[in-house]
C-alpha cells in the first residue's frame, strides 16, 4: 500500500469511527491489519503496550486510560479527544 493509499484508507477508517459505524477496537484493528499489515505481535513491539491489552482493545474490552489508547493510536497521529455525541453536529462539523 502506497503512502497515499494508506492516508486514504485511515481517513475512511476514521471517519467511520466518527460516525459510529464502527467501534474504536474495530478501528484499532482495521488500521494495524489493513493499513500497516502487522500482527499483533510486531505492533505491541511498535507501540510498547502488551498484546493482552492490544487484544482486549481490539475486542473493546476492558477501561483503559486515555494514555493507554493514545499509545496504541500514535502510529496513525491519533489521540483521544472531544467529539459531539449528535450526528447531525458532528456531520456539520465535518463537512464545513
Do not use: C, W
Not at 493507554?68 to 464545513?96: E, M, W
Request: proline share 2%; net charge neutral; hydrophobic share 45%.
Amino acid at each position: 500500500m502506497t503512502k497515499e493509499e494508506q492516508l486514504i484508507a485511515i481517513n475512511l477508517i476514521i471517519k467511520r469511527l466518527l460516525m459510529d459505524e464502527i467501534t474504536q477496537g474495530a478501528a484499532l484493528r482495521e488500521l494495524r491489519v489493513g493499513v500497516l499489515g502487522l500482527r499483533q505481535d510486531a505492533y505491541t513491539e511498535l507501540t510498547g503496550v502488551s498484546r493482552k491489552t492490544l487484544s482486549e482493545i481490539e475486542n473493546d474490552k476492558g477501561n483503559y486510560t486515555a494514555e493507554i489508547i493514545n499509545k496504541v493510536f500514535k502510529p496513525f497521529d491519533l489521540k483521544v479527544g472531544l467529539v459531539p455525541t449528535s450526528s447531525q453536529l458532528l456531520s456539520a462539523i465535518l463537512i464545513h
